[in-house]
């Protein structure tokens, strides 16, 4: 009787959750349609100082290797990209610091690349002036505006800033503020202490990266790797405002957002979730300038009431660029199922951060943010194995063997015993 | 009897077939380069460059850069992740850390392995290495238990002097992974992977801009062979073969106390 019935109820099992594995597997549908993009641009802003005279990069000027790696970057510059090149101290020999200190033009227009003349246009190009960057990076910014592509600002300077009081820095803070996307990097000829922190600042202020050259090869490999990532497609994030309050806050959809957040600042956003959906919400708070130590960021999902449903956290101490944390609330399906679209529920989000400054640092534009929103079916309790009521191990393996050989010795003694009752009968 | 045995072990067979099978019907994910190892990481969560399990992805990077990848881990998987780093020829102490991050961006903590390490100014290269927690397919909201989705990797240097910024370095990373099986089956499973951006990738039809090669993702690997749907573990095979040694247990049950045959004293039918 057990021998029969295990196996067909076995089968039945088997069965069943092949159809269902069937049925859970929907082919994820990938329509190929290439859609129009914006292009990456990328400005390359290059220090033609008087410094650049000197000769200490594998034997040549420093103005003979960047041009070198110009020529070489042009030729491999990626179609799409479109490339622009900006100089700083180029024009004005003079001694008058406030002359020294607007002098960057604009050496080649961003847009599509004429290799040939591009080159001709670095070619002439010869060591003058000061050393403007804070100026150089506002107008580089200006150069990138319009489109929703890619952005990125290539910095190539040997030596620190000249300009001051306005801070290179915060320049590169409030340009990166302004648009979306934009990016940063620098290079440092043959760079000195100073200057490297001066570099890494400007770097780290939009998420760029920066790097000390000594070589020529380092230069060319460097600015082409640059130019090409800024070729990589990426998703770009939308701008959108929270609010103080959940009741004024905006309402996202399931999408990449960034927005500026204050120290000490909370923002709200709201989310609507029908029934039977999960939110999904991770957010990021960037430390795009020197920030103290310790630091924390906190998102809450709470309910219009004010009731916290989950919490994401998170602390961190030390050199960062970011702290992240998210957090995932399925919302059950409805009981009383009365037909119609369900009704979506207004779940506010709130992010704040306990980043803190020393009193040097400015605190305006906020520390960068970017919030993900997804919104995706919710999970489903039971379609796992383990469900199922099956098991694994020798234990059930040793139980399972005991229980049919018991039950077997029972079965064979009742037969056994039937007979003999039939017997005597 | 014997129909038993043969029952026994077809839903042996068919259980393991069955596998291999569901994981066909999946799509095949997307190679990052042709097939090749990534030679770039990227510098923040959006931009984090995709690897796949096994593969060694490599990037020239610059002392100081946040450098990011991000990988696809599945149920039932402990994800390795090993990193190694090539220092310039001469540098101060450096202190070098490597973190994960699920796909909600939520720090993951590492059972064992050597996550941050200085190395002296006489060390040419850093280890380091993390491994996770087991990948379970579900987990209550309120845990951050590891989940089947996108990880992402952080390598950074901690602490270093300032005369050290911008130096040039090599970052190496391997991630593996130990198939734990059914042993980490719990009860339930996410609709979707814990992959950031997937509302937009999978769901709506109707947005189709959305939904296609050519427009950017936050994450678009799969683990090899797609996702699980959560139904199929080992656990099939143990439950089927104990059902089987059970039905042999109980022929050999019955046997024992019905003896062979009909009973002696049994006359042969009249």
């Known amino acids: ?425 | 009897m014997r129909v038993t045995r043969v029952l026994g072990a077809a839903l042996l067979t068919l259980g393991l077939a069955a596998a291999p099978a569901a994981a066909d019907s999946s799509p095949s994910p997307k190679a990052p380069e042709d097939g090749g190892a990534p030679t770039r990481a990227g510098t923040s969560f959006r931009t984090a460059t995709e690897v796949e399990q096994g593969q060694t992805a490599t990037a020239r990077a610059s002392t100081g850069d946040y450098l990011y990848w991000s990988f696809p881990a599945d149920a039932g998987q402990r994800p390795t992740v090993h990193a190694t780093v090539k220092l310039p020829e001469s540098h101060a102490a450096q202190t070098w850390q490597i973190d994960v991050y699920d796909g909600l961006r939520r720090r993951q903590a590492c059972q064992y392995g050597a996550q941050t390490r200085t190395a002296g100014t006489d060390k040419a290269s850093v280890e380091l290495e993390c491994v996770l927690r087991t990948v379970r397919a579900w987990s209550e909201p309120w845990a951050d238990d590891p989940l089947p989705g996108t990880y992402y990797v952080r390598l950074t240097a901690l602490r270093l002097p300032t005369a050290d910024l911008g130096q040039a370095v090599e970052a190496e990373l391997r991630v593996g992974s130990k198939d734990v099986g059914g042993a980490a089956a719990v009860d339930g499973s996410l609709s979707e992977p814990l992959v950031p951006g997937i509302a937009m990738t999978s769901g709506a039809g109707e947005e189709e801009k959305d939904d296609d090669s050519g427009s950017p993702v936050l994450a678009g690997l799969e683990p090899e062979d797609g996702w699980s749907s959560g139904w199929w573990s080992d656990r099939w095979v143990w439950t089927a073969a104990g059902g089987a040694l059970a039905a042999l247990a109980g022929v050999a049950g019955y046997r024992l106390t019905r003896g062979s045959g009909r009973p002696p004293r049994v006359p042969p039918s009249t």
């Open chain 1, 1 to 425: 009787m057990i021998t029969r019935k295990r196996p067909v109820a076995g089968v039945c099992a088997l069965l069943a959750a092949l159809t269902a594995g069937l049925v859970a597997f929907p082919a994820a549908a990938a329509a190929d349609e290439p859609t129009g993009r914006d292009a990456p641009k990328v400005n390359l802003v290059l220090d033609v100082s008087g410094s650049m005279r000197a000769r200490d990069i594998d034997g040549r000027s420093r103005m003979a290797a960047a041009k070198q790696a110009f020529n070489e970057v042009l030729d491999a510059t990626p179609e799409e990209v479109e490339l622009g090149i900006r100089t700083l101290g180029a024009n004005y020999a003079g001694d008058d610091r406030e002359e020294g200190c607007e002098d960057t033009a604009q050496l080649y227009p961003v847009g599509p690349l004429d290799r040939t003349e591009a080159k001709t246009a670095v070619a002439t190009l010869t060591p003058t002036g000061w050393t403007p960057i804070g100026p150089a990076l506002l107008k580089a910014a200006d150069d990138l505006e319009g489109g929703d592509g890619s952005k990125r600002i290539v910095l190539i300077s040997d030596g620190e800033d000249t300009c001051a009081p306005l801070d290179p820095c915060e320049v590169a803070r409030e340009i990166a503020a302004k648009g979306i996307g934009l990016t940063v990097d620098t290079l440092g000829l043959v760079p000195n202490v100073k200057m490297s922190r001066q570099l890494s600042c400007i770097a780290e202020a939009t998420g760029g990266t920066y790097t000390s050259v000594e070589h020529q090869d380092e230069l060319t490999d460097r600015v082409n790797e640059l130019v090409d990532r800024a070729a990589e497609p990426v998703v770009t994030p939308v701008a959108t405002e929270g609010a103080a309050s959940c009741t004024r806050a905006p309402t996202l959809g399931s999408g990449l957002y960034t927005d500026r957040e204050e120290f000490g600042q909370q923002r709200w956003y709201r989310v609507e979730l029908p029934a039977g959906q999960e939110l999904r919400a991770s957010v990021s708070v960037a430390a795009d300038r020197a920030v103290r130590p310790d630091y924390g960021v906190l998102l809450r999902a709470v309910t219009v009431h004010g009731r916290e449903i989950v919490r994401g956290e998170a602390t961190g101490n030390g050199r960062t660029d970011v702290l992240s944390t998210g957090l995932r609330y399925p919302r059950p399906e409805r009981e009383d199922d009365d037909g119609g679209k369900p009704a979506a529920e207004v779940v506010c989000l709130a992010v704040t951060n306990s980043f803190s400054a020393d009193s040097g640092v400015k605190t305006t534009p906020g520390l960068p943010l970017e919030l993900t929103v997804d919104v995706v079916d919710g999970p489903d309790g039971s379609s796992d194995v383990a469900s199922f009521g099956l098991g694994r191990g020798w234990w059930l393996l040793g139980a399972l063997v005991l229980t049919g050989f018991l039950a077997g010795l029972v079965w064979g003694w009742l037969s056994r015993w039937r007979i003999a009752v039939w017997r005597t009968s």
